[in-house]
C-alpha cells in the first residue's frame, strides 16, 4: 500500500488534502443533521453540498496526475529510444493510480452527500408540515 501511495508522486498531496476536506465536512455535517435539534440551517446545506464539490475536485486532480505522468513516461520512452512493451504497461499502470484513487474519492463522496441530503430533505420536509 505504501508503494502505491509513493508511486502517486505529487499530486498525492492534493488528493489527501481534499480528502482530509471531505472527512471533515461529512463529520460536521453528519453532526449538525444527525442531532436532536437537528433543523435544516442553510450552513448545514452549504457544508453538505461542499462534499460532492471536493469530491469532484479529487476526481479531476487524479486525471491531471494521470495525464502528467502519462507525458512523463512518454518523455523518458523518447529519450531511451527502444523500450520493452512490458515497461511502458508498467510506468502506464502506475499513472493511473491517481485516476483510481481520485474516482474512489468522489464515489465516496458522493455516496456520503446522498446520505446528507436525504437527511436533509426529510427535515425539510418534517419542518414544513
Not at 436532536?36 to 452549504?46: E, I, Q, S
Not at 485516476?99 to 418534517?126: E, I, K, N, T
Amino acid at each position: 500500500m505504501i508503494e502505491l501511495w509513493e508511486a502517486m508522486g505529487f499530486i498525492r498531496y492534493p488528493l489527501t488534502m481534499s480528502s482530509v476536506i471531505i472527512v471533515a465536512l461529512v463529520l460536521y455535517s453528519t453532526v449538525r443533521l444527525f442531532e436532536g435539534d437537528a433543523r435544516p440551517l442553510p450552513m448545514t446545506k452549504t457544508f453538505m453540498d461542499s462534499v460532492l464539490f471536493w469530491g469532484g475536485f479529487s476526481l479531476i486532480t487524479g486525471i491531471l496526475g494521470t495525464l502528467v505522468g502519462i507525458v512523463v513516461a512518454a518523455q523518458s520512452i523518447e529519450r531511451a529510444g527502444t523500450v520493452a512493451p512490458t515497461l511502458v504497461w508498467g510506468g502506464i499502470k502506475v499513472a493511473l493510480y491517481s485516476s483510481v484513487f481520485g474516482l474512489l474519492v468522489l464515489a465516496v463522496s458522493s455516496l456520503a452527500w446522498f446520505v446528507l441530503h436525504l437527511r436533509w430533505r426529510f427535515l425539510s420536509s418534517r419542518e414544513v408540515m
